[in-house]
């Protein structure tokens, strides 16, 4: 088994599903994906982001489950529009329902990002955001408790994420329960999070020993719903400055000095477009002054966060430093204002090529677990 699902509940509590519609105690079925494992396997975790929901209401069915519809194992075809569409984001990193051992393990983490919304405002005066900004840092709670039981399990793997909007808040909360954990390269996707909390939780692994390494992945077509964070999530000031902190969607950590251990790649940047480009990671949705969800819908990325999580040679924070993918990035708005630097609008690249789905990966594709 190379994908395990594990859904936790608003209470904290997990249980992992299985395919005849049951399920069984998590550490029963961690345990027994894990002893499968060979000696140093790739272990990846995969968070999903807000509106989306693993339990059967009848505000959160499967039309919004992320194990049916983010964490599919069917076939999936990118399509264009700013609506979540289905992915399969597991087959995209290399992990498919049937594989073994060999592909590493998958763990396809679902939890409740969805409140109905007038009732939530009616019942507690809150936007339904809110309690789902909050809820995100007990789901991380929770996985941090499947992390540190895999640490203690097979001390020789350490787990990578990718994760996507709301879902860094979540992986974030996670390393900050447990900051001694080993773990390996993070991809944060679009992340709905405030600055100054990363940089408290890489804070705490420098002084515990954590291993993390994140990349951080933004985009100028994310502006909007980046806004529409700052908006609604509840407001966080600067310690050291009293100011209100600054998104991660803004500019990562570049305006505050950067970390070792951390990159901010704009993925909708020309240089970022060029390097995936010539590296066989043709970007396909370029164009779009307007989206939340091109970090994974569009194939081209999935293989670079693929060639990332996969450990290929040259995708380090220091090859991508080296390259200049961790330059400032473009003025926020710059895609939906003309006046503004616009470096996308006609970048003269060539058409994608060896990205068209998740099955084009070529020699790329070999397992590493260096």
């Not at 961690?30 to 693993?54: I, N, T």
């Not at 809820?135 to 996507?164: K, S």
């Not at 789905?357 to 020699?363: E, L």
Request: with cysteine; charged share 20%; proline share 7%.
């Amino acid at each position: 088994m190379a994908i395990l699902r594990i859904n936790a509940t608003r209470q904290g509590a997990m249980i992992a599903p299985n395919a005849a519609g049951g399920s069984a105690p998590w550490r029963q079925a961690l345990d027994a994906a894990l002893d499968a494992l060979p000696d140093q396997a790739p272990v990846v975790v995969l968070v999903h982001g807000y509106r989306f929901s693993w339990a059967t209401r009848q505000n959160s069915g499967a039309p919004f489950c992320p194990q049916t519809r983010l964490y599919s194992t069917d076939p999936q075809t990118p399509v264009q529009g700013v609506w979540p569409r289905a992915a399969n984001w597991p087959a995209g990193l290399g992990f498919t329902a049937e594989g073994r051992g060999t592909q590493g393990l998958c763990i396809a983490f679902g939890w409740d990002a969805r409140r109905p919304v007038l009732a939530t405002i009616l019942r507690s005066g809150r936007h339904d955001f809110v309690e789902v900004f909050d809820a995100a840092g007990a789901a991380g709670e929770a996985l941090a408790d499947v992390l540190t039981h895999l640490a203690a399990r097979r001390p020789d793997l350490r787990p990578g994420f990718m994760t996507h909007s709301l879902g860094a808040r979540v992986a974030l909360a996670a390393m900050a329960k447990a900051p001694w954990l080993a773990l390996d390269r993070a991809v944060l996707l679009g992340a709905a999070e405030f600055s100054e909390t990363a940089e408290a939780v890489l804070a705490a692994q420098d002084r515990a020993g954590g291993t993390a390494q994140i990349y951080h992945v933004l985009s100028r077509a994310n502006d909007l719903f980046d806004a529409l964070f700052w908006t609604l999530a509840p407001r966080r000031r600067s310690v050291e400055a009293g100011r209100p902190c600054r998104t991660l969607g803004r500019a990562g950590l570049t305006l505050r000095g950067g970390h070792r251990r951390w990159i901010d790649i704009q993925l909708d940047h020309d240089t970022t477009a060029r390097h995936f480009q010539a590296r066989g990671h043709g970007l396909e949705r370029l164009g779009e002054s307007i989206s939340h969800w091109h970090f994974y819908t569009d194939p081209g990325a999935m293989t670079a966060w693929r060639a990332i999580l996969r450990h290929r040679p040259g995708w380090s924070i220091m090859a991508l430093r080296e390259a200049g993918l961790d330059q400032m990035p473009a003025p926020r708005w710059s895609r939906l204002i003309p006046r503004l630097p616009r470096p996308l609008v006609d970048s003269g690249l060539p058409p994608s090529t060896g990205s068209s789905g998740a099955a084009s990966f070529g020699d790329d594709d070999r397992i590493s677990t260096a």
